[in-house]
T-cell receptor
Framework: GENVEQHPSTLSVQEGDSAVIKCTYS??????FPWYKQELGKGPQLIID?????GEKKDQRIAVTLNKTAKHFSLHITETQPEDSAVYFC????????????FGQGTILTVHP | DSGVTQTPKHLITATGQRVTLRCSPR?????VYWYQQSLDQGLQFLIQ???????AKGNILERFSAQQFPDLHSELNLSSLELGDSALYFC?????????????FGPGTRLTVL
């Protein structure tokens, strides 16, 4: 089955800096890669996703890049703000797994004012 | 607010007991997914239903079962509870059952087994 590895496990940045979180996946049939943000006491919230027919997608300060050959994808947050502090999860899905999302281990992002 | 509702928010029970977690998907969504989140295992897929039928299964224990009703709400039943079942249980929903369908998560049910 699919295996998704996420790095780093913790990330601390100053307000205004950029943050990058990287994930690798194992199943070459995977073709859908969402990113979720989880705040304390809440459920995961989708922030951006990418499908394998594109290499990059942007939404304001957030961007995701996908390299299918290398089987890795990354989340980029620019001009970070304290409210970006949360746990971020990458996930992969596709092939015969139907709707099953396989999640990475999570990254605790802390943005210092 | 994702539009997915889950009840109850918190559940405290004893080992050996049985509990039922309830999920209402977003209006119009036909698929419901259940995930378990624990510190040691992370977010793990349990099971998916689409329009009342089981569609995919993850590493769901035999003590756990789920169903989706004609009104599309779903229930996750956990029986013979053990201390290790303490976790957050999330429900998610999507319009269809395809693997590229966006899944929207509910606020979760925190289960504590004493």
């Amino acid at each position: 089955g699919e295996n998704v590895e996420q790095h780093p496990s913790t990330l601390s940045v100053q307000e205004g800096d950029s943050a990058v979180i990287k994930c690798t996946y194992s199943d070459s049939a995977s073709n859908y890669f969402p990113w979720y943000k989880q705040e304390l006491g809440k459920g995961p919230q989708l922030i951006i996703d990418i499908r394998s027919n594109v290499g990059e997608k942007k939404d304001q300060r957030i961007a995701v890049t996908l390299n299918k050959t290398a089987k890795h994808f990354s989340l980029h947050i620019t001009e970070t703000q304290p409210e970006d502090s949360a746990v971020y999860f990458c996930a992969g899905a596709g092939g015969t797994s139907y709707g099953k999302l396989t999640f990475g281990q999570g990254t605790i992002l802390t943005v210092h004012p | 607010d994702s539009g997915v509702t889950q009840t109850p928010k918190h559940l405290i029970t004893a080992t050996g007991q049985r509990v039922t977690l309830r999920c209402s998907p977003r209006s119009g969504d036909l698929s419901v997914y259940w995930y378990q989140q624990s510190l040691d295992q992370g977010l793990q897929f349990l099971i998916q239903y689409y329009n009342g039928e089981e569609r995919a299964k993850g590493n769901i224990l035999e003590r756990f079962s789920a169903q989706q009703f004609p009104d599309l709400h779903s229930e996750l039943n956990l029986s013979s509870l053990e201390l290790g079942d303490s976790a957050l249980y999330f429900c998610a929903s999507s319009v269809l059952a395809g693997h590229t369908d966006t899944q929207y998560f509910g606020p979760g049910t925190r289960l504590t087994v004493l």
